[in-house]
């Protein structure tokens, strides 16, 4: 085992790792529609609850098709 100081990129690797992490979450599956793919910016909290557009999406409505394989 060596005594070396660790040199100044792993350093740096380590910081920016933790900076990442600091920075970016995991976001919930059930607000991930909501955060990337909603035009309106903030919603209330009744109008969250009643969306059409998140409860569709969560019974499967916006799900892209699977590709059908011939057999």
Do not use: H, Y
Request: proline share 10%.
């Amino acid at each position: 085992m060596t005594d070396a100081a660790p040199s100044s990129s792993t350093l740096w690797n380590r910081l920016s790792r933790w900076f990442r992490g600091q920075l970016l979450g995991e976001v919930p599956p059930e607000i991930a529609l909501c955060e990337f793919d909603c035009p309106r910016g903030q919603c209330l909290e009744d109008e969250w609850a009643t969306c059409q557009r998140r409860l569709t999406r969560a019974a499967g409505g916006l799900m892209p098709e699977s590709p059908k394989i011939p057999k």
